[in-house]
T-cell receptor
């Protein structure tokens, strides 16, 4: 089975722009979670999608949004980028529930200048 | 304030040494996981513990879940350079809730 694929791997954007990141989960996995990882804050949960519905949400502003398609692929969007949004964005795929094993992608490194 | 604290934050040791890293919280968790993350990669699950007092072994790694399910430790015997990475613990307070991650312990094993 192919692993979790995140695209792009690296991205540089300017403040005020918006960005869309993509995650293709492992085949058969219906749950996709997104995390932001920074040196100062560590790994923080953004949101989880299951069967095209947002099931859990972390404490991030409304500029961060996501969606999941019928094939379980997920996208997350960040609008009006700020310098502090620079981070590694990780996607994790699970078969079903939140307590099952999470398989992470390699992440998208976003730099906001 | 982090829900999960990990210590030490950084650890640099020589190959062959033993080490223990800790994950602590004031909250009770229904389950706790340990991950290892290498540079340029996403975290990889090492173990899940669910029962207070549980001990699990994975080759040279020994994981323990505290009796009160508020803390956990990871002990590595005879560390090797391949053990280098960021060790993250993650806890779920209730079944079905997403795991919350600690800040991690960055381990460097020198040859």
């Amino acid at each position: 089975k192919a692993g979790v694929t995140q695209t792009p791997r690296y991205l540089i954007k300017t403040r005020g722009q918006q960005v869309t990141l993509s995650c293709s989960p492992i085949s058969g996995h219906r749950s996709v979670s997104w995390y932001q990882q920074t040196p100062g804050q560590g790994l923080q949960f953004l949101f989880e999608y299951f069967s095209e519905t947002q099931r859990n949400k972390g404490n991030f502003p409304g500029r961060f949004s996501g969606r999941q398609f019928s094939n379980s692929r997920s996208e997350m969007n960040v609008s009006t980028l700020e310098l502090g949004d620079s981070a590694l964005y990780l996607c994790a795929s699970r078969e079903q529930g939140a307590n099952t094993e999470a398989f992470f992608g390699q992440g998208t490194r976003l730099t906001v200048v | 304030t982090q829900l999960l604290e990990q210590s030490p934050q950084f650890l640099s040791i020589q190959e062959g040494e033993n080490l223990t890293v800790y994950c602590n919280s004031s909250s009770v968790f229904s389950s706790l996981q340990w991950y290892r993350q290498e540079p340029g990669e996403g975290p990889v699950l090492l173990v899940t513990v669910v029962t207070g007092g549980e001990v699990k072994k994975l080759k040279r790694l020994t994981f323990q879940f505290g009796d009160a399910r508020k803390d956990s430790s990871l002990h590595i015997t005879a560390a090797q350079p391949g053990d280098t990475g960021l060790y993250l613990c993650a806890g779920a307070r209730n079944y079905g809730q997403n795991f919350v991650f600690g800040p991690g312990t960055r381990l460097s094993v020198l040859p």
